[in-house]
């Protein structure tokens, strides 16, 4: 690994955004990424690994102090440093249509330990190396929702109440990491609407094929909030990808959303 390379590591690579984001970074120079995923050994990421000498597949389990513990072990022993954290990895629920007052406690429970506990175990876990990054400027970016924004409300629409609450917890975590570290880069972005596993139910309950995002579009669009990002431009923001123009009522017409 060359001195000028830039670590990266991803969660949720298994499949959608995540695994698209290892794809991107993969072919580009003086990158090295670790690919967490529950399954470090799935047919995707080892033909990855197998094609890209700088993609190290880890097992990763948003949420589980060991895994984390153990990915970071592997990543200070294999390279010594990390540079960037793009937290990708998630799950996602919808509700009975009739609402809060109808929607088991238990699935509040099963989203805020992975979505919002999880990413506050990985930076737990990876603070040390992070933080000691020599660009001075390290980056923790959570991938987050534009459902997550109290003032871009547009209704339960999807009937995603216990998701988009925890994502909404997890911007916290991502404001508290800005102002607890000062030389910390913590970003909060929208991916969109794009067309994963996650994605395309809500899209069919809405009438259409699909979502209107593809996963290498909103891959493009995370990465430019990320590359060259700095303290003072980026951090303490919630980006949206991009901003999109559509004329449809899950367009977002700017670029930075209102927390």
């Known amino acids: 690994m060359s001195s000028s390379s830039t670590v990266y590591l991803v969660t949720g690579t298994n499949r959608g955004i995540g695994l698209g984001l290892v794809k991107t970074l993969a072919t ?7 690919a967490g995923a529950r399954d470090p050994t799935s ?4 033909e990855l690994s197998a094609a890209h000498s700088n993609v190290h597949p880890v097992k990763l389990t948003l949420g589980d102090e060991a895994d984390n513990a153990a990915a970071i072990a592997e990543i200070e022993k294999t390279v010594g440093r990390l540079d960037v954290i793009i937290s990708s990895a998630g799950i996602y629920s919808r509700n009975p249509p009739t609402g809060i007052a109808d ?51 547009l209704g339960d629409v999807f009937t995603t109440t216990a998701y988009n609450t925890s994502k909404l917890a997890a911007n916290y975590i991502i404001r508290e990491l800005h102002a607890q570290n000062p030389n910390l880069v913590s970003m909060a972005i929208s991916p969109g609407w794009v ?15 699909e979502a209107p995002v593809s996963v290498q579009d909103s891959v493009d669009g995370i990465l430019s909030r990320i590359d060259g990002a700095t303290r003072e431009k980026s951090s303490n923001k919630f980006w949206n990808y991009k901003a999109t123009f559509g004329g449809m009522p899950w ?6 959303l209102p927390w």
């Not at 580009?28 to 670790?34: C, H, M, Q, T």
């Not at 047919?43 to 080892?46: D, E, K, Q």
């Not at 999880?118 to 959570?142: D, H, M, N, R, W």
Request: aromatic share 10%.
């Open 251 to 256: 367009d977002i017409p700017f670029e930075e």
């Open 195 to 209: 067309a994963t596993d996650m994605g395309n139910p809500q899209a069919a309950a809405a009438g259409l094929a």
């Open 43 to 46: 047919a995707s990421l080892v």
């Open 103 to 153: 929607i088991p406690l238990s699935e509040f429970t099963k989203m805020f330990q992975v979505n919002t506990i999880g990413i506050i175990a990985l930076f737990q876990a990876a603070q040390k190396l992070l933080l000691a990054s020599p660009t001075g400027a390290p980056v923790f970016a959570y991938i987050s929702t534009g459902s997550a924004s109290i003032s871009h409300y």
């Open 28 to 34: 580009r120079l003086n990158v090295v990424v670790f």
